[in-house]
């Protein structure tokens, strides 16, 4: 059973910085591609980034470039976004996600597993 365990979202002052991990299980973690989604209350979801730890390929949402790193921890299965100089409209509950993908990293693609989601809120 495919398993995402969000965590590392919280409180925190606009200008500061997060970093959300993205505990994963239940699939051969080179296989797959990890991608970070937000949901802002009343917006639609819009994806942040994605990365294939085979290859270390990425994607980045363009408004994320520059203040958003993610990485990837293979002995640990995990994936995180390292959030810097955060404004209140990264305000959301972020989500990470899962999809075999066989080949790098282009684009932000579809994704079959989902965690539960951890809240990120940014105050001014």
């Known amino acids: 059973e495919v398993q995402l365990v969000e965590s590392g979202g919280g409180l925190v002052q606009a200008g500061g910085s997060l970093r959300l991990s993205c505990a994963a299980a239940g699939f051969t973690f080179d296989d797959y591609a990890i991608g970070w989604f937000r949901q802002g209350q009343g917006k639609e979801r819009e994806g942040v980034s994605c990365?294939?730890?085979?290859?270390?390929?990425?994607y980045y949402a363009d408004s994320m470039k520059g203040r958003f790193t993610i990485s990837s921890d293979k002995a640990k299965n995990t994936v995180y976004l390292q959030m810097n100089s955060l404004k209140p409209a990264d305000t959301a509950v972020y989500y990470c996600?899962?999809?075999?993908?066989?080949?790098?990293?282009?684009?932000?693609?579809?994704?079959?597993?989902w965690g539960q989601g951890t809240q990120v809120t940014v105050s001014s």
């Open positions: 996600a899962a999809t075999y993908l066989n080949a790098p990293i282009t684009r932000m693609t579809s994704f079959d597993y």
């Open positions: 990365i294939r730890s085979s290859d270390d390929s990425t």
